[in-house]
């Protein structure tokens, strides 16, 4: 029998290193412009290992897989993760930058652990506990940006970069201690309904069903791929997230321009994102309580419509010179609107993964995943820059556009 460890544990190590990654990215990009001067480097360093986390992702969940240790490996990417964003920190303007930019490749490619990665190491897959997931990644966007400003203001940015690495190395602990324990294993309550749903989808394609620790890399990273497309309602919820992913990153990129139009300034429009996660966090703790009795499906589908109808309210809020109560009021809505639906989404694509995934393709299903995801959100950041330079209206209708069709795509018949 697998020994287990609390779920609270679990969500402790998940919101510390999630906060860590979440305050990584801004004070990272801050760090870089400081130090470089040029905002341009600093993007390209920030979209360098952000990218390398797609790629690193079903890799990642293979390993996670194949290893009888999985905490042990997770400790190890997080620690090689906060080791690389010091090498990044420590490099900058003191060696030539496309070394920098190759040490923040490496960096990104150990990423994943501190989101889909750690999310195998769950020890329960109940729909509570997917809510509960969510809302570490909820907390940790609304707190790890406002940290890395915090930190940035009262000392610097290299001191908000090292203030994040403080925290993903905090989480080690926790992630060492889940060594031995997974999500479905025979600890938990095996009668229950997740759990037979669980076992009925572990009729897995030949290839998976050689074992854990058999075949290349590269066939296991195909497996996983196969698997989800496999499975039409994994394939169809993945899917949705996905071109959810795209809409999201149009959206990020339009959020100065949006401050600069509605709220008086671009700085003012990064209040919209701590805003949008606030916005999920309550949502999912409202929906941790339902989360037994409802279709996680429905939910992530009922997401990506409210997501529709925030991002579109934003579209509608006009051109101000100055601070305009009325154009305020609408983008604050907005944002809260899209966070009532994203947060939700989240929660319910989790419920989905762990129900339709047997456990030893979870870690490749949810990396996998995971990495799809940063790649629509890079494709949508790229794609909702240039639109928005020429029409930010153009740009949030696109944004909004994107989040219906995730919602069509979004279907739970098999």
């Known amino acids: 029998m697998k020994k287990r460890y609390p779920l609270s544990w679990y969500l402790t ?8 990654d979440e305050m990584a990215g801004p004070a990272l990009l801050l760090a870089a412009y ?30 996670l897989d194949r290893t009888e240790r999985p905490g042990r490996l997770l400790a190890a990417a997080l620690a090689l993760h906060a080791l690389g964003l010091t090498a990044v920190l420590l490099t900058l303007d003191r060696l030539p930058f496309p070394v920098t930019l190759l040490l923040a490749v490496l960096t990104g490619l150990p990423g994943p652990a501190l989101s889909a990665g750690w999310t195998t190491r769950m020890p329960t897959t109940t729909p509570r506990a997917a809510a509960l997931d969510a809302m570490t990644f909820d907390a940790a966007s609304l707190t790890g940006p406002f940290l890395a400003a915090l930190v940035a203001r009262l000392s610097n940015a290299q001191a908000a970069v090292a203030t994040a690495v403080t925290l993903i190395c905090a989480a080690v602990p926790a992630a060492l201690r889940s060594a031995g324990s997974g999500a479905g294993g025979s600890g938990g309550s095996g009668g229950s309904a997740e759990a037979r749903v669980g076992r009925a989808a572990s009729v897995a394609p030949p290839e998976a069903e050689r074992g854990p620790g058999k075949g290349s890399l590269r066939a296991r990273v ?37 401050g600069e139009r509605a ?6 429009g990064a209040l919209l994102p701590a805003l949008a996660a606030g916005s999920a966090l309550a949502a999912n703790a409202v929906h941790a309580r339902r989360a037994p009795d409802v279709d996680p499906v429905r939910v992530m589908r009922a997401g990506a419509l409210l997501q529709a109808a925030g991002v579109a309210l934003a579209a509608a809020a006009g051109p101000a010179a100055a601070w305009d109560g009325f154009a305020a009021a609408l983008v604050v809505a907005a944002a809260l609107t899209i966070g009532a639906g994203e947060g939700p989404q989240l929660a319910g694509l989790f419920a989905v993964r762990h129900r339709e995934t047997p456990e030893r393709l979870r870690g490749q299903v949810f990396t996998t995943g995971a990495s799809a995801k940063i790649t629509g959100f890079a494709l949508g950041a790229a794609a ?13 209708l696109v944004a909004a556009a994107l989040h219906l069709v995730a919602a069509r795509m979004t279907t739970g018949r098999g």
Do not use: M
């Open 13 to 20: 190590g998940a919101l510390t290193a999630r906060t860590g």
């Open 222 to 258: 195909l497996v996983g791929a196969r698997y989800v497309l496999a499975r039409p309602v994994l394939a169809a919820v993945t899917l949705g997230s996905v071109v959810s992913a795209v809409g999201q990153g149009a959206l990020t990129a339009c959020v100065p321009l949006l």
């Open 34 to 63: 400081a130090v470089t001067g040029s905002a341009a480097r600093a993007s390209v360093l920030l979209a360098a290992a952000t990218v390398a986390a797609a790629v690193g992702g079903p890799v990642l969940g293979v390993l």
């Open 263 to 268: 709220l008086g300034g671009a700085a003012d």
């Open 384 to 396: 909702g820059g240039a639109i928005g330079a020429r029409s930010l209206t153009g740009a949030l």
